[in-house]
């Protein structure tokens, strides 16, 4: 059985697969990437939990990196438009379906790197928090 940790992980992933990017989780760069963009989940940290003791639950603010990357002849409006995807997809629900107290993304760090002999890539890390609690530290 999963733990809340992973079951989070996976939906953020499955809701950011629905996006018309290329979703992958904790891949390395691919050599192409693809047209309509590609996104890269990476599981980040969970940093250190608050805690409360009656009941026993250790809260959360998880800070998980999606990878956002495209590559062509009109990077900045493609590269918006993926971003501005990413945010509607969370906002959609931000529980996950219940799976966690809150999602929200923070905004993108973004750099513009050169290809030889390519169109340039247009790429951001965007950090995405997640809210959620658990009764046990390795859950």
Known sequence: MPTPRETI????????SALPATALRGE???????????????????????????PLAYHYQHRAEIEAVVQSADRDAAFDTLTASIGSALAVDRTLGGLCDWVEAQAPR??????????????????????????????
């Not at 996976?10 to 950011?16: D, E, F, G, Y």
């Open 9 to 16: 992980l996976t939906a953020l992933h499955a809701r950011l």
């Open 110 to 139: 973004s750099v513009d790197l050169p290809v030889e002999g390519a169109a340039s890539l247009k790429a951001a890390v965007i950090p995405v928090v997640l809210h959620y609690s658990t009764a046990d530290p390795l859950g």
């Open 28 to 54: 390395v760069l691919p050599d192409r990437v693809p047209s309509n963009g590609l996104l890269i989940l990476r599981d980040g940290e969970p940093g250190d939990p608050e805690v409360t003791l009656s």
